[in-house]
């Protein structure tokens, strides 16, 4: 299946992620290859964007601000307890961001939770910064996920790379290895 109109937002090209394994990074394909959660495979689209506006500003800037609405951010995060640090990621709301300090640390049960640096981020994920997806993250991280974002009835997010974007319906996340749907984990 080629050339079809995404259910959000301008993009007449996305196409079954399945289609276009090759334009992702080695984690998000394998993710994809090997999914078998209640949303079938080829609900999980792809779509080929200009890397320079991948960042969340730039890309609405560029396609539109009810995007904004439509998309969904991750970020790892590090939690610190008596000397360990475990990373974990949370996928929230672009328009919003994730309560670190408050409901992050709680559920992870940390000392301190911080966002983790760059080179942590991409090392421990295998992906690109600033195209990060719960989707391929390792399994045994945790993965909060804003109730909002499950709710969605479609959320765009990062595909492992910079180029690029996957559209996936929000109940996708609440299935991923990892995850825990979280009341007011966004602010």
């Known amino acids: 299946m080629t050339g079809m109109r995404a259910p959000i937002g301008p ?16 984690p998000v394909a394998d993710a994809v290859r090997s999914w078998r959660g209640s949303v ?8 080929d964007t200009d890397p320079a506006i991948a960042d969340t ?5 560029h396609y539109g601000q009810e995007l904004l609405s439509q998309s969904a951010n991750c970020v790892i995060v590090a939690a610190r307890r008596g000397g360990e640090t475990t990373l974990a990621a949370c996928l929230v709301a672009s328009g919003s961001r994730a309560d670190v300090n408050g409901v992050v640390r709680r559920r992870l049960g940390a000392r301190k939770v911080s966002f983790a640096p ?4 991409v090392d421990g994920t ?6 990060i997806t719960p989707v391929g993250l390792p399994a045994d991280w945790p993965l909060l996920v804003d109730r909002a974002v499950v709710d969605m009835p479609y959320a765009l997010i990062g595909s492992g790379r910079r180029r690029g974007k996957l559209i996936a319906p929000g109940k ?9 749907v979280v009341d007011g984990l966004a602010v």
Do not use: H, K, N, S
């Open 126 to 131: 295998g992906m690109e910064y600033g195209g």
């Open 40 to 47: 079938p495979a080829e609900q999980i689209l792809y779509v």
């Open 11 to 26: 993009f007449d090209q996305a196409r079954p992620a399945t289609d276009c394994l090759d334009a992702l990074t080695r």
């Open 57 to 61: 500003a730039a890309f609405v800037e």
């Open 172 to 180: 996708l996340f609440a299935e991923l290895p990892g995850a825990e």
């Open 118 to 121: 760059m080179d942590t981020a």
